[in-house]
């Protein structure tokens, strides 16, 4: 059997469709060739998010304790993640507003290059209560989208989408700094946001794993990421609109985030899951003096970080998500005639982290005289059947056809097959090619 298997990118495959049992020679058997694939999500070090919340403890305990709207904490915080942000070579720009008698700052930092028409932002708020350092509210999530913008400069990223970062201030007084953003962003700019994404309170001591369910795509990047390295999720039901993500889907702009819980209880069905401690809150220190450098599980810190960033790669690459890499099975399989046993192509995949895509595509080219003869269907590694088509299309001859396949919940990496089978006698044919783009 002559297999060739390609790894590309997006590359659209025009079909030359070849007669009927065109009696050429077998293909030749190609090399599998490696072309330059998306960029992987760095693994962001835990250790460098860890160094920023310890930052944050010491500017609350130099400033009075806390980090609060109007409070010295409050600009100190501010300055350290400019200072960061500036040699790491974003534009960084200081938004002040006043509420409750007091000057407030938002800090927004854009990473050069990428669609002006197409922004991404990920964004936290920086402000804590007044009873502590805030360092899981929301230190953590401030700390996280800092370390994602760094490692974007390390990495030297130059995705499709303009990529933004934001921090805001006066959260803790009613989205006062989000709210204030969106409000002077002009309607022509706001419809240029592919999406915002929302980190507030991802380190909690108890935690759980909530995504927003807002926007689907975004929602479905982040269920991948947590998929992939096998923590089950749930969606975010803890006071839907509490956090800084509302400034932004009530202007229209898809939005996500996540989310490790607050003053809830964990049930024992959480804590079976998630590990932890059921019957106790997510965060037994929200909002308290307690909020400290203590109050942080590292685990969900680090997933969580690593969660932000893979989001941040995948979203920020292209327009739709996929396509990622391609794998294609360009060799002959003969279809015979009903009544037969279904026939397969195979597709070795190698090489994806997580899962397949809600979005894998799959181009099919079967050769054929009669198409409403045909079953043809997905096989997943695991076996799990994704039908294609079902006799549709009657006379006409051919499949040459795109599908999109929801398989988020298939592992990427392993066999995929192209099911065929002939359900009516005379008409026959064979499958000429297929490709699969995760
Ligand atoms: N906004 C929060 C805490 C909070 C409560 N429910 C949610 C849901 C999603 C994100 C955050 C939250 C605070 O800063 O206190
Ligand atoms: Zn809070
Ligand atoms: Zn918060
Ligand atoms: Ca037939």
Same mark, same amino acid.
């Given at each position: 059997?002559?297999?060739?298997?390609?790894?590309?990118?997006?590359?659209?495959? @025009?079909?030359?469709?070849?007669?009927?049992?065109?009696?050429?020679?077998?293909?030749?058997?190609?090399?599998?060739?490696?072309?330059?694939?998306?960029?992987?999500?760095?693994?962001?070090?835990?250790?460098?998010?860890?160094?920023?919340?310890?930052?944050?403890?010491?500017?609350?305990?130099?400033?009075?304790?806390?980090?609060?709207?109007? +409070?010295?904490?409050? *600009?100190?915080?501010?300055?350290?993640? *400019? @200072? $960061?942000?500036?040699?790491?070579?974003?534009?960084?720009?200081?938004?002040?507003?006043?509420?409750?008698?007091? &000057?407030?700052?938002?800090?927004?930092?854009?990473?050069?290059?990428?669609?002006?028409?197409?922004?991404?932002?990920?964004?936290?708020?920086?402000?804590?209560?007044?009873?502590?350092?805030?360092?899981?509210?929301?230190?953590?999530?401030?700390?996280?989208?800092? !370390?994602? @913008?760094?490692?974007?400069?390390?990495?030297?990223?130059? %995705?499709?989408? /303009?990529?933004?970062?934001?921090? #805001?201030?006066?959260? !803790?007084?009613?989205?006062?700094?989000? $709210?204030?953003?969106?409000?002077?962003?002009?309607?022509?700019?706001?419809?240029?946001?592919?999406?915002?994404?929302?980190?507030?309170?991802?380190?909690?001591?108890?935690?759980?794993?909530?995504?927003?369910?807002?926007?689907?795509?975004?929602?479905?990047?982040? *269920?991948?990421?947590?998929?992939?390295?096998?923590?089950?999720?749930?969606? !975010?039901?803890?006071? =839907?609109?509490?956090?800084?993500? @509302?400034?932004?889907?009530?202007?229209?702009? %898809?939005?996500?985030?996540?989310?490790?819980?607050?003053?809830?209880? $964990? &049930?024992?069905?959480?804590?079976? *899951? #998630?590990?932890? &401690?059921?019957?106790?809150?997510?965060? +037994?220190?929200?909002?308290?003096?307690?909020?400290?450098?203590?109050?942080?599980?590292?685990?969900?810190?680090?997933?969580?970080?690593?969660?932000?960033?893979?989001?941040? #790669?995948?979203?920020?690459?292209?327009?739709?998500?996929?396509?990622?890499?391609?794998? !294609?099975?360009?060799?002959?399989?003969?279809?015979? =005639?009903?009544?037969?046993?279904?026939?397969?192509?195979?597709?070795?995949?190698?090489?994806?982290?997580?899962?397949?895509?809600?979005?894998?595509?799959?181009?099919?080219?079967?050769? /054929?005289?009669?198409?409403?003869?045909?079953?043809?269907?997905?096989?997943?590694?695991?076996?799990?059947?994704?039908?294609?088509?079902?006799?549709?299309?009657?006379?006409? =001859?051919?499949?040459?056809?795109?599908?999109?396949?929801?398989?988020?919940?298939?592992?990427?990496?392993?066999?995929?097959?192209?099911?065929?089978? =002939?359900?009516?006698?005379?008409?026959?044919?064979?499958?000429?090619? #297929?490709?699969?783009?995760?």
């Amino acid at each position: 059997m002559s297999l060739s298997v390609s790894r590309r990118l997006a590359a659209v495959t @025009a079909f030359a469709v070849a007669g009927l049992f065109a009696s050429a020679a077998p293909a030749a058997l190609a090399a599998p060739t490696a072309v330059a694939a998306a960029p992987t999500p760095p693994d962001i070090p835990l250790a460098n998010v860890k160094a920023h919340l310890s930052q944050f403890s010491t500017i609350a305990a130099n400033n009075g304790g806390n980090r609060a709207h109007g +409070r010295a904490g409050y *600009k100190a915080s501010i300055d350290y993640v *400019k @200072a $960061k942000l500036d040699a790491a070579g974003f534009t960084t720009t200081l938004q002040t507003f006043t509420t409750s008698g007091a &000057t407030g700052y938002n800090l927004i930092a854009d990473w050069p290059g990428g669609d002006p028409n197409s922004v991404l932002m990920a964004g936290a708020h920086l402000d804590s209560v007044s009873s502590g350092a805030g360092i899981n509210d929301n230190g953590s999530g401030s700390a996280a989208v800092l !370390e994602t @913008a760094l490692a974007v400069s390390r990495a030297g990223l130059q %995705p499709t989408k /303009h990529l933004r970062f934001g921090w #805001w201030g006066a959260e !803790e007084l009613g989205l006062i700094g989000s $709210k204030y953003y969106v409000n002077n962003l002009p309607t022509a700019e706001r419809a240029k946001f592919a999406g915002y994404l929302n980190f507030d309170m991802i380190g909690s001591p108890n935690p759980g794993y909530f995504v927003y369910d807002d926007d689907p795509t975004i929602e479905q990047t982040f *269920k991948n990421y947590f998929s992939g390295i096998g923590v089950p999720t749930e969606i !975010e039901t803890e006071g =839907d609109g509490r956090s800084d993500h @509302a400034s932004f889907k009530n202007v229209g702009i %898809p939005v996500g985030g996540l989310f490790t819980g607050a003053s809830n209880t $964990k &049930t024992s069905a959480q804590a079976q *899951k #998630w590990g932890g &401690t059921a019957g106790q809150s997510f965060d +037994r220190c929200y909002h308290s003096s307690c909020d400290n450098t203590a109050n942080i599980s590292d685990t969900a810190l680090d997933r969580n970080t690593d969660a932000a960033a893979y989001a941040i #790669w995948t979203l920020g690459a292209s327009t739709p998500v996929p396509p990622g890499p391609s794998f !294609e099975n360009t060799a002959d399989v003969n279809i015979p =005639d009903s009544p037969a046993a279904a026939v397969s192509s195979p597709i070795t995949v190698s090489g994806v982290a997580g899962n397949a895509p809600a979005t894998t595509k799959v181009d099919v080219n079967i050769v /054929h005289t009669y198409r409403g003869d045909l079953v043809v269907d997905l096989v997943a590694p695991d076996g799990t059947v994704y039908n294609l088509h079902n006799r549709s299309g009657g006379s006409a =001859d051919n499949i040459v056809a795109s599908y999109t396949v929801n398989a988020s919940s298939e592992v990427a990496n392993g066999v995929w097959n192209l099911r065929v089978r =002939d359900t009516a006698a005379q008409d026959i044919g064979y499958i000429n090619s #297929w490709k699969i783009t995760f």
